[in-house]
């Protein structure tokens, strides 16, 4: 796990150097596919007066060899997968959240490397979450 200063992080988009490039982009784009369809469904419900946030966005998987189904919160990420990592002072666990590119989660994991506005975005695909890389995206509270 790499600690990263939120403030050195430019807001381009990194991606990690692989050699698996289009196993990787296969994976990627099964995993926009999934994304555009459910932006479409929730797009409709977010408003104008919800609270977002601009955040730094990291990725991670449970397929990570270091990692387990079990998040912090108890959710089990192999039956709900949707889910992001935050700092419980800034994002409250338990809150229903919208990130741009990534669609409708629940805040329900910690991570010692996720301080401040920091999220860790959770995919079923390790492919998928080198490929996401580190991105400044907007996040909506839903409630």
């Keep these: 796990e790499t600690e990263l200063d939120p403030e050195s992080i430019s807001p381009k988009k990194l991606t990690w150097e692989k050699e698996e490039i ?3 982009e296969a994976a990627l784009s099964e995993t ?3 994304t555009e ?3 479409e ?3 409709s419900a977010l408003n104008d007066s919800a ?3 601009t955040v730094v966005a990291t990725a991670y998987s449970r397929n ?3 990692l387990t189904n079990i998040t912090a919160m108890g959710i089990d990420l ?3 997968s949707q889910v992001i990592a935050v700092d419980p002072t800034v994002i409250p666990l338990g809150t229903k959240v919208y990130v741009e590119g990534y669609g409708e989660a629940i805040a329900g994991d910690t991570g010692s490397a996720i301080i401040g506005n920091r999220v860790d975005l959770h995919m079923e695909s390790i492919d998928a979450s080198f490929a996401w890389g580190i991105q400044e995206v ?3 509270i839903i409630d």
């Design 138 to 140: 907007e996040l909506t």
């Design 37 to 39: 369809a459910i932006e």
């Design 51 to 53: 609270e977002k946030i």
């Design 22 to 24: 289009k196993e990787s």
């Design 64 to 66: 990570q060899p270091s």
């Design 32 to 34: 926009k596919i999934e």
């Design 41 to 43: 469904m929730s797009t």
């Design 78 to 80: 192999s039956k709900n």
